[in-house]
């Protein structure tokens, strides 16, 4: 039996062991393939497309060359990149001659170098020399390996690597672009444009030696710290290539003699910082024509740096003369009319002061815009015939209710009321109730349609959310928007992009659509701001927004306070301003006419200080009429200011058979604040009741129940109160206090010979009231 196991155990230990032993083979070979997986990283070639730089500094120039400034990679390296053949030749010889003379001649390394290098170093007891080809410098700039011995077999792999997936005018063109110039400066290009202020094409033989001999030691051959160090390498750099046959001993003197001046590094940003770092971080679509990565430095903007510098500077000192009233930051924007190009560009008064939120960008910030959304709801509401050129609004106490709100009452800045006033003198002035009565109107949805159209992208939200505040600036958009918007204005509604860069003839736009609307409304509206005596209510007749030239402009101030705004045009530029706070500290005593629009002003005349503007167009296919500026109709006897506005041609007819205007009921309440030696015979008029009021008198409060008999109009003469033909008093006050009675009653106000007549009704109620006072049960009191 035991002899038995032994015979079987051999059998036994082969059936479970052979299967052990294939799974074995089957793991194994697995974590082989794993590791070559791994490691074919590791052995493909390089190409040029592999290591091609993309994060790259950006130099900018104005419109004329001058330089704005220069915006860093992300690991803040000032890198330009250029083709090997925008190299001036005299760099390429330098460079070749200082750090690898064979460099087309030997592979990835250079094996008569290397083994010279040992030689020398044998001897000398010391390292006397490198070997190091310009494909291993490359190889070192891409990863940087420890200098051991394991990382000098990193780089030589590296090497290899580079050497089989690229030619040799790949490698020098990428490696000349990443060299080490001093401070943050790395690339030919980048050190050319920084040190001397020339594209690296047109570097000559003193200036490409200098630059050649930095890459050995930044630091130490620093060409601001140590100069005399870096002129010794200079000339080590020379002899070079005059033992490589690129030049002669004569030349190596001249070139070493020639006087070259280093400028210093700290070039920095010189003017429009907010523009620049915008530009940069911007999509296409919204930046207008700014250059793509890989387009040559320097990006020619439109940026005109005297402007910009000259409204930098406006900026600076409006604010000064602000900071007394709690203001401390604006932003402009300045852009041409005819190319739509921007001109300048200025974010806030410091970029560079942090403690002041200085980088923060006013121009593309999201604020509420007041009053300057305006005249695009007057001109879609004359353009969809809501209202009329004529047309007489009412400026007068108003009051809407808002589902689940309380009531929405607008009011003007002033918190007084005109009365009836004309569009012109509505716009003008920038009334707040009349501008709401015209959007209530036209419809929310549709203004905030035609306002999408004209670039507002961020006004996102649904009509039911903005409401009729809408027009009163209930939500948010940025000086850029509202300068976009203007310049549509100003070219009678035909969209043009805001271009940046000159880079691209067209750039990228952010508005395709046609015409918005015909130039005729466009022109009117242009009519009505550009209109001194009509905002003369408002501002004055000689404000800061009256100007030697023809101009149209807008204010805006939004709630608490806390922006001020002002936009305008002539015929050739566009001005946009804005002052306020970023962190939302309301001003004080500071509106849009104090706030933003001397910094407007100051532009504006700048801007045509040896060219007036051409004057406005008048508006296509309309007339001049006189009108009675309290009634809109033709003129009568009894009309105390007569003015000339603008008619279609169909409503002409019109106007010659109307004469007669009365105020309807929604002016009584204003009627009722006025002084009544103002008002001529024709206002001389009951206020309360109102015609067909009906109230209801509750049992056992008859006592303290009564009603106001008020009359607005003249009152020179004694005022007599008839009431159902009884007179019930006479008396020089236009208010009497009356004991409700149930009944129809007639009440009749005379004074000499003007009089006016209303009817009411009284009845007792069948329940006392759960409220005192007397209720109002079929009053006629309403908006229209």
Avoid at 350 to 355: G, I, K, M, S, T
Avoid at 486 to 495: E, K, L, N
Avoid at 511 to 521: E, H, L, Y
Wanted: aromatic content about 10%; proline content about 6%; charged content about 20%.
């Amino acid at each position: 039996m035991k002899q038995a196991k032994k015979w079987l155990l051999p059998i036994k230990q082969k059936v479970w062991h052979q299967p052990n032993r294939r799974t074995s083979k089957i793991i194994l070979a697995l974590l082989l393939i794993c590791l070559l997986v791994r490691l074919l990283p590791y052995f493909a070639p390089i190409h040029a497309a592999d290591i091609a730089q993309e994060q790259l500094a950006l130099e900018f120039s104005d419109r004329n060359g001058l330089p704005l400034g220069t915006i860093l990679t992300s690991d803040r390296e000032h890198t330009s990149v250029v083709p090997l053949n925008q190299v001036s030749p005299q760099f390429i010889h330098a460079i070749l001659a200082a750090e690898d003379g064979d460099f087309y001649h030997h592979g990835a390394l250079d094996l008569k170098a290397a083994a010279r290098a040992l030689k020398d170093s044998i001897q000398a007891k010391r390292i006397v020399s490198g070997a190091s080809t310009i494909t291993m410098q490359l190889a070192r700039m891409l990863d940087s390996a420890p200098r051991n011995l394991s990382g000098k077999v990193r780089e030589i792999w590296l090497s290899w690597r580079l050497a089989a997936g690229m030619n040799k005018d790949e490698i020098l063109s990428a490696y000349i672009n990443r060299l080490p110039m001093g401070g943050n400066i790395y690339g030919v290009e980048a050190a050319a444009r920084t040190y001397f202020s020339i594209p690296a094409s047109d570097l000559n033989l003193a200036q490409a030696s200098l630059l050649a001999a930095i890459p050995n030691n930044p630091t130490y051959f620093d060409p601001l710290q140590h100069w005399e160090r870096l002129k010794q390498r200079q000339k080590y750099v020379l002899n070079r290539m005059a033992k490589d046959g690129y030049i002669t001993k004569p030349i190596v003197e001249c070139a070493y003699a020639e006087k070259v001046s280093f400028q210093s590094r700290q070039r920095g940003i010189v003017a429009a910082p907010h523009f620049l770092f915008w530009l940069t971080s911007t999509p296409p679509r919204k930046r207008g024509g700014v250059a793509k990565p890989g387009w040559a430095s320097p990006i020619r903007t439109t940026i005109d740096r005297p402007l910009q510098q000259f409204v930098e500077a406006q900026l600076q000192q409006v604010l000064s003369s602000l900071a007394a009233n709690n203001v401390h930051h604006a932003a402009a924007l300045v852009v041409d009319n005819h190319t739509g190009e921007v001109l300048a560009y200025v974010g806030s008064p410091d970029y560079f002061n942090e403690a002041k939120l200085g980088r923060n960008d006013g121009v593309q910030a999201l604020r509420q815009p007041g009053s300057t959304l305006k005249p695009f709801l007057y001109e879609m509401a004359l353009e969809k015939g809501v209202i009329r050129p004529n047309t007489i609004l009412a400026d007068v106490p108003t009051n809407y209710a808002i589902p689940g709100a309380k009531l929405y009452s607008p009011t003007d800045y002033t918190k007084s009321f005109l009365g009836p006033v004309r569009v012109r003198i509505a716009l003008a002035n920038s009334l707040n109730i009349p501008a709401v009565r015209v959007l209530e109107k036209l419809g929310v949805q549709t203004f905030l349609a035609r306002l999408r159209e004209l670039g507002f992208e961020n006004l996102n939200q649904s009509a039911e959310y903005y409401g009729l505040g809408l027009t009163l600036g209930s939500g948010e958009v940025s000086l850029w928007e509202l300068a976009r918007a203007y310049v549509i204005m100003a070219r009678q509604g035909q969209p043009i992009q805001l271009v940046t860069a000159l880079n691209d003839q067209k750039g990228h736009g952010d508005i395709s659509s046609p015409r918005v609307s015909s130039p005729s409304t466009w022109q009117l509206i242009t009519d009505m701001l550009s209109d001194n005596h009509a905002r003369a209510t408002a501002f004055g007749v000689d404000s800061v927004l009256n100007l030697p030239f023809p101009a149209a402009v807008k204010t805006g101030t939004s709630s608490n306070f806390r922006d001020t705004w002002t936009v305008g045009f002539t015929t050739d530029y566009t001005v946009a301003t804005w002052v306020g706070n970023f962190d939302g500290a309301p001003m004080r005593q500071v509106s849009g006419v104090t706030g933003a629009a001397p910094l407007w002003n100051r532009i504006m005349l700048h801007l045509h200080e040896h060219k007036e503007p051409a004057t406005f167009s008048l508006p296509e296919g309309m007339v001049q009429l006189p009108i009675c500026a309290f009634s809109g109709l033709k003129p009568t006897q009894d009309c105390a200011s007569v003015v000339q506005e603008y008619f279609y041609p169909k409503d002409i007819s019109v106007y010659a058979n109307q004469d007669n205007f009365d105020l309807s009921s929604e002016y009584d309440e204003w009627l009722a604040r006025q002084n009544q030696s103002s008002f001529t015979s024709d206002r001389f008029k009951i206020l309360s009741p109102h015609n067909g009021d009906f109230f209801l008198l509750y049992p056992g409060e008859e006592a303290q129940q009564k009603l106001e008999f008020k009359l607005a109009g003249i009152s020179t003469q004694p005022v007599e109160w008839w009431l159902n033909g009884k007179k019930i008093a006479t008396q020089s006050t236009n208010s009497l206090f009356w004991q409700l009675h149930p009944g129809k009653w007639t009440l009749e106000a005379r004074s000499g010979e003007m009089s006016d007549k209303v009817t009411f009704q009284v009845e007792l109620a069948s329940k006392k009231p759960t409220r005192r006072g007397f209720s109002i049960g079929n009053s006629k009191v309403g908006n229209n």
